[in-house]
């Protein structure tokens, strides 16, 4: 951009709609790298947990799930140690809250639930566990696909809205279960419990995260 | 309809680019405005002084690291500027689209 006295009233106003444009853009594709790379690394994890699941016989692995948030923060970190930050914008700020608070919202959450079933299995009958239970996975994946549908409004991206959508429902409404059902035997499908849930996680990660960041990523 | 006069500073494209970069993020570094904009460092480096002279901007070097960090900040005085000139600029636009 060169120095230009001559400048009309349409291309100032084009220049200023232009930079905010270029604002928005650079949150999104900052926003498309965050998502693809947690999907991408939750879905490695995934395979992680539930392959020392299978080894070990245990479900004693899940607890890996809580050094999750500082695995993303160091891979991220990594990552972007030679990038130019994007810096804070308002729209920015709105998707980094949005997903603070979702994030803290699902690991209290985990935390309690993981404490609250502990004592459940302890000091409780099996019908009183049933019931009264904290179901993680379920909850967490809920938290997740509004995070994923909110940045989607914040940033105007209608894809990401139907890509949180659509994970939430593919995950909720159990057409994976069903799906699974239909293709293994009662045998195998039993076998599964060893992994669960990681199969759908790894499922939310490619199609909540992984796929919708790829897509802001690629954006021109 | 009396025309409002243009402020020269930001009748300029790269500085008005800079400074509606500014206006989108509340701070931000040399690199990310010279890849932003497309101008090359010397050029920028003169527009941001000069905005900085006149109090719309203000910059603070810094180190990351080890090395040096340029970060640009709009100041209450740029918000001003930058909004009497988008409403100076509405009033040559309502004029064109009359005719």
């Keep these: 951009m060169e120095e230009n006295m001559e ?3 349409e291309r100032s106003l084009e220049i200023i709609t232009e930079q905010i444009e270029k604002s928005r853009q650079a949150v999104s594709k900052d926003t498309g790298q965050w998502l693809f790379v947690s999907g991408l690394t939750t879905m490695l994890m995934s395979v ?3 392959s020392v699941n299978l ?7 899940h607890l890996l799930w809580f050094a999750f948030p500082l695995i993303i923060w160091l891979v991220m970190k990594y990552i972007n140690r030679n990038r130019v930050p994007v810096p804070e914008s308002l729209v920015g700020t709105l ?7 979702i994030l803290t919202f699902a690991l209290v959450y985990s935390v309690v639930a993981v404490v609250w079933n502990r004592y459940m299995v302890v000091y ?3 019908d009183v566990y049933l019931c009264a239970g904290m179901h993680i996975t379920p909850t967490v994946v809920t938290l997740l696909a509004v995070a994923v549908s909110i ?5 105007k991206k209608s894809s990401l809205v139907w890509f949180g959508l659509l994970s939430f429902m593919i995950l909720r409404c159990g057409f994976f279960s069903l799906i699974l059902g239909r293709l293994l035997s009662p045998t195998e499908f039993g076998k599964l419990s060893l992994i669960r849930p990681c199969d759908y996680i790894f499922l939310f990660a490619l199609v909540g995260l992984m796929l919708p960041g790829w897509m802001l990523k690629k954006q021109k | 309809m009396a025309f409002q006069p243009l402020d020269p500073l930001l009748h300029a494209e790269l500085r008005l680019a800079v400074m509606s970069l500014l206006i989108a993020d509340e701070e931000a570094e040399f690199p990310y405005i010279k890849e932003q904009t497309g101008a090359t460092a010397g050029n920028l480096s003169v527009q941001i002084d000069k905005l900085s002279a006149a109090g719309y901007i203000k910059v603070k070097k810094t180190f990351k690291g080890k090395r040096p960090c340029t970060l640009c900040r709009i100041t209450s005085k740029g918000q001003k500027a930058f909004t009497a000139y988008v409403e100076a600029l509405k009033g040559y636009l309502e004029i064109k689209n009359k005719d």
């Design chain 1, 151 to 155: 940045t989607g409004l914040i940033l």
């Design chain 1, 48 to 50: 992680i947990v539930a």
């Design chain 1, 124 to 126: 409780e009958s099996p």
């Design chain 1, 95 to 101: 998707v980094k809250k949005t997903w603070y608070t």
């Design chain 1, 7 to 9: 400048l009309t009233a």
């Design chain 1, 55 to 61: 080894l070990t016989r245990m479900p004693i692995a």
